[in-house]
């Protein structure tokens, strides 16, 4: 049976996944916690999201975050999970959610609607993975880089497409009857 409390970081240090003890405040622990927290937010996303592909891909992104998660925890140069084909399939998801919106014409500030707000904060939290991944010198040039680049541009894109999604069935539900 594994234990959640086994009372190893009462130190203030944790494991990583290859038994090495570290800081708890050491940066790449920061990295795996804000990584972690994206992943939780973007359940709340996935829970409001009113288009099931989005879910999908969220629920798919979640997968390959827990695996980044476990790169950065490895500590280990030959422990590559996040491939340049995760980062094709930001590309290819974004690409396709791109083609259904139209960009506004201002900077969008999300806020009306619940689901594009979610993910308007989370494309924010993943600009902070970023951030705390490019820090971690030994993982530069890797395709971990790119993909918090292209989540950031998915999320913003998957915010467009819910917000537009969910005005144009307002505006349907909101059209009289015809007579």
Not at 46 to 59: E, K, N, P, Q, T
Request: glycine share 6%; with cysteine.
């Amino acid at each position: 049976m594994v234990r959640i409390t086994t009372k190893t970081g009462d130190q203030n240090e944790t494991s990583l996944w290859t038994g090495q003890r570290v800081a708890k405040t050491s940066d790449r622990i920061i990295v795996i916690g804000k990584i972690d927290s994206l992943i939780a937010y973007l359940g709340i996303c996935r829970f409001y999201s009113r288009g099931l592909d989005i879910c999908i891909d969220i629920a798919l992104i979640q997968r390959h975050l827990s695996e980044a998660c476990s790169e950065i925890g490895s500590k280990s140069p030959d422990r590559i999970l996040i491939t340049r084909e995760y980062v094709h399939f930001l590309e290819e998801r974004s690409k396709t959610v791109e083609a259904q919106v139209k960009y506004p014409e201002d900077w969008f500030y999300a806020g009306i609607q619940e689901s594009s707000s979610q993910l308007n904060y989370a494309r924010a939290l993943s600009r902070e993975c970023e951030i705390g991944v490019l820090k971690l010198s030994e993982f530069s040039g890797r395709s971990i880089n790119l993909y918090f680049n292209r989540l950031s541009d998915y999320l913003y894109l998957a915010m467009l497409y819910e917000s537009q999604r969910t005005s144009r069935q307002a505006n349907k539900e909101n059209q009289e009857p015809e007579q």
